[in-house]
Each structure stands twice: as C-alpha cells, then as structure tokens.
C-alpha cells in the first residue's frame, strides 16, 4: 500500500509536469499570425508566417528566401492550386498596415497575367480601403474579399497605372501543365511595427464546391491540391546558368565587361528576349509587353536596370530628383496623393542567381533641399566614409562574389516605379521606345557615374554634422 501511494503521488506530478509541458510546447509551436493554423512545425529553417494555401514564401532579402529579385523592403508568398471542376474560389482577408499590397496571377513561364492591386479592391459592407487617396489608414475595420476564376483576363485591359475610380473583384488565374495555377501575394514596406503581415494576417481561401458545401482552412486546401510540386518553366525563377553563360561569351565580343558601360547604360524591362538582346545586341520585338521577363514581375511595377561593373571603377555615383510618394512608415493617419505609390533601388546579383543584396526605397532616401538623392554602390570594404545617411547618401552594397555566378565584379542595379499616375510624365510606366529613358524621365533619371571612394569623398564633403557650420562662418 505504502507502494502503491507513493507510486500515486509520482503519478500526479509526472501528470502536472506533463500538462505544463504540453502547455509550454504548445506556446512554442502555436501559429505565430492569423491563418497559420495547420503549419506547427518545430524546426522550419525559413523565418516568416505561412499557411497551406500561402505555402511559398515569404521572399524578400536575407534571411527570407532570396529568389527573383524580390524588393528588399517587401514580403511575397505564391499559393499553387487548382480549382476544381465546377467549384468557385474566393480569398478573404484584411488590408494590411504597408505602402502597398496586391494579388497577382502568373503563367507557367512566371510572367505575370492580371494584377488586383489594394486600391482597386472593393472593401466589404463597414470597412475602409485604407490605400484610397484620402483614407483613413488606420481604421480599424479594414476586410475584402476578391473572388478567383480560371481563365484570362478581358483583353486589353490597362496594368502598371493607377487607375482612379476604377474596382475589381475578380482575379483571372489561367492554368498550365497538368492545371496548375498561381497567385502571387505582395505587401510592400510595412508600417513601423508590424510584422511581415503587416498586422492583417494571411488572406483565407474560401472554396464552394459544386454541391455548395463551403471549405475553409486545411478542408479547402486540400480540396485544391496545395501540396502539388511546382510545374513551372525553370527560367521562370532565374536564367539558366548554360544560358547565362552563353550570353555572357556573346557579351564578350563586344569587349571586355560588356555589357557594363562607362557611363552605365539604362535598360527598360520588356519580355525575356530584350533582357538577352542587352547581352547579344539583337533587336527585340519594340511592341512588347512591359514587366513580362519571368521572374515573377509584378505588374504594378516598371523597371529599369544597369550592369555594373567594379573593373569600371569601385563605386557606382547615382543622381536624380526624387518623385514624390505617400508617407507611410510611421503610421500616417491619411493616405497621400503623390506622383508614384512607390519607388527604389535595388542592388542584386547576376540573373542565373536573382538574389538581391540590398535595397533603398523612397522613404529611407535622403534628398537634398532640391529634392535630389545620391546613392552610392560599393562593396563594403570600399564604402566612402561619407556614404551614409547622416551625410545625406544613401549606400547599396555589391555583393562579395559579384553575379554569384562567376564574375566577382558584376552587380545588377535597378530602379523600380510602382504606380505612376497619369498626371506625372515621367514615371518609368511612361518612357516610350528604348533609348528614350533619359529624355522621358527627364531630370528624374538616375545619372550615374564611376568614381573612386576618395575622389567621391572629395567631391562631397559631409557638411551635415553638428558643428561643420561654425567652420565656415
């Protein structure tokens, strides 16, 4: 009997032990935002909130997955599926506290199909689309709801513009190989606080059956096929490296670190073929589309880049005017109209590698009283001493193995306009033909130039630091 109770009394602890242990283990693998319900995994290397349905992602810059040249101040997640037969697809969530979010569909080669960018999207009954000029950004009842068909957007409908008084409540995501589709979820530059969801959560699928039983959560992931493996073109993500390096032995004819120039020359982003013709020299086809080029573009957004090249000099000088765009990061209260919802630029690898290095977008840019920038692009261990934000520059870093393909010195550079408006000529979304990027931009493309570090701390001394002034008074 003596046995018997202390066997008892070990038996009760090791019960409480065990529930206090669940409770704690429990805490630790609890969902860390709202929609991660099914994803409880210990030991998940990638940092960032995912879902079943949003299973891929987040990307942006180290440490999150790093591919496709995704902005360094946003978070993107792909979700794969297939609608079945006869079912209808809609997407639930909450407008998140950021600069920009949208929903963007892709075909098998990862060129993007139809944008739903936030301010298009029809809040529901009591809540406030906080990305409308004029709106309260920080409402507190912020829900949509956006439906899904298979299939192709109505032809000739208008992208990369900010379309005013327009809405849209259909998302078309067509279907390839085996009747794979994918939607790519976008929120840009969070507002200071808030997590990678920006405070809203994973949007929820919610799928209608033919029979009209509604699934949501795992039911209706499962339902969609969520854990299909990825059918997609392998350029779609980055440039082959055999193709890489065959356009690289084509750019050599041309001499040597071409297609680097002194001073760099400025590409638009049209489709793959223009992105070979920068290394081959080949005319490409002036009708095509914009924003196309794989790499899951993102619609919204217009580009243009720059190969740059250390054995050209050490650091890369950009100068422009900087457009105006709405205030965002400390929570302003109202959303602002400007020239651009956004803009950055952005330093990445080579294109078989598509990592990004760094980014600066337009909040985090110093401007001088006449609303012009400086950037600097080095390598760390030739960083100016005056290339930092105090001095009024903003500093890009190369990477230390360069295209990460084999060349050490070369570096992609790009500038990003998101949404220009068509009260602002000179906006990226705006430049006609190819070779017209400096005149269509006018003062608001980037000049740039090679120089040395000293020669650039010479050129422009730091006159911003408590005290300097007294010197020259």
């Not at 496709?68 to 079912?87: E, N």
């Not at 098998?108 to 689309?129: F, H, R």
């Not at 400007?338 to 909040?363: I, K, M, P």
Request: glycine share 10%; net charge neutral; with cysteine.
């Amino acid at each position: 009997m003596r046995n018997s109770s202390k066997f008892r009394k070990l038996a009760g602890w090791a019960v409480i032990l065990l529930a206090a242990l669940t409770v704690g283990w429990y805490g630790f693998l609890k969902p860390k935002t709202p929609g991660q319900s099914w994803l409880m995994s210990v030991n998940d290397p990638i940092p960032g909130p995912r879902t079943c349905f949003w299973l891929r992602g987040p990307a942006s810059a180290d440490p999150y997955i790093n591919i496709a040249y995704p902005d360094a101040a946003t978070f993107y997640w792909a979700a794969v599926f297939t609608i079945p037969d006869g079912a209808k697809l809609s997407i639930e969530g909450n407008f998140p506290h950021a600069r920009y979010m949208s929903f963007i569909s892709y075909d098998g080669a990862g060129a993007p199909v139809e944008s739903i960018a936030d301010y298009l999207i029809k809040p529901e009954d009591g809540s406030t689309n906080p990305f409308i000029e004029g709106a309260d950004r920080t409402a507190r009842n912020r829900s949509f709801r956006i439906n899904v068909k298979t299939g192709m957007p109505p032809e000739g409908q208008k992208t990369g513009m900010n379309l005013v008084g327009e809405t849209r409540d259909t998302l078309h995501v067509p279907k390839y190989g085996t009747g794979q589709q994918v939607i790519l979820y976008r929120i840009y530059a969070n507002d200071k606080g808030y997590e990678e969801t920006g405070g809203a959560g994973m949007p929820k699928p919610v799928l209608t059956m033919p029979d009209g039983k509604v699934l949501t959560g795992l039911d209706a992931c499962n339902a969609l096929n969520f854990r299909q493996p990825l059918e997609i073109d392998p350029a779609a993500l980055a440039v082959p490296m055999n193709k890489y390096h065959e356009l690289l032995d084509a750019a050599a004819k041309f001499g040597p670190g071409y297609p680097a120039t002194n001073p760099p020359t400025w590409y638009q982003q049209y489709d793959r073929e223009a992105l070979y013709a920068i290394y081959t020299g080949a005319p490409f086809d002036l009708n095509a589309r914009k924003s196309t080029g794989g790499f899951y573009a993102n619609l919204d957004n217009q580009y243009i880049r720059t190969i740059v090249n250390r054995k050209l000099g050490k650091i890369l000088v950009v100068r422009g005017k900087a457009p105006t765009t709405p205030k965002t990061l400390d929570g302003e209260k109202t959303m602002e109209k400007a020239d651009l919802r956004y803009w950055s630029f952005c330093s990445n690898q080579g294109f078989a590698n598509t990592r990004v290095n760094g980014c600066v977008h337009d909040e985090q840019i110093p401007v001088n009283k006449d609303g012009i920038y400086t950037i600097v692009l080095s390598r760390a261990e030739d960083r100016p001493k005056n290339a930092r934000l105090e001095c009024g520059v903003a500093w890009l870093p190369m990477a230390d193995d360069g295209d990460g393909s084999g060349d050490a010195d070369v570096t992609v550079f790009q500038l990003r306009h998101m949404l220009g408006t068509t009260d602002f000529p000179h906006a990226i979304q705006a430049i006609g033909r190819p070779g017209d990027e400096e005149r269509d931009m006018g003062e608001y493309f980037p000049k740039s130039r090679y120089m040395s570090p000293s020669a650039f701390e010479i050129a422009l001394p730091c006159l911003v630091r408590k005290g300097i002034w007294q010197i020259f008074k």
